[in-house]
């Protein structure tokens, strides 16, 4: 798939407990030029972001669900993220736009947010923001 650049804009890490979400997110980031990780949970997303910053390959940023069923969350990750970096740069993602998490996503200490499904004008907007 030709992205609408020849530019890497780098590394993003995409956490979903849903498959479908992760691979069309990961497709729709490789389309705007960026190189997509995807995360099945919290621990997994702790875990990649630790390994690529002490490997000197960081993440541009963290685009994480609100909810993960049986794991954790983009709250509970993002404060275990922020210990090992207080620079990243996280986006909150939710099916329920109406979530206090996502209305006030600079109360709960993420820089953007975007709802789900992931439109592509909206993904490539909110990653311009961060």
Do not use: W
């Not at 498959?19 to 995360?39: N, Q, R, T, V, W």
């Not at 997994?44 to 000197?56: D, P, V």
């Amino acid at each position: 798939m030709a992205n609408e650049t020849s530019l890497n804009k780098g590394k993003i890490l995409l956490m979903d407990d849903e498959e479908m979400i992760l691979e069309i997110g990961s497709e729709m980031l490789e389309f705007l030029g960026y190189d997509a990780i995807p995360a099945r949970n919290g621990i997994e997303a702790i875990e990649c972001y630790a390994s690529a910053k002490s490997a000197g390959s960081p993440f541009q940023a963290v685009i994480m669900d609100l909810n993960i069923p049986g794991g954790m969350g983009a709250k509970d990750t993002l404060e275990k993220l922020k210990a090992i970096d207080p620079e990243v740069r996280a986006m909150v993602s939710s099916g329920h736009p109406n979530d206090p998490v996502v209305e006030n996503f600079r109360k709960y200490g993420f820089s953007g947010a975007i709802p789900k499904p992931y439109r592509m004008d909206d993904l490539k907007k909110a990653l311009q923001e961060l």
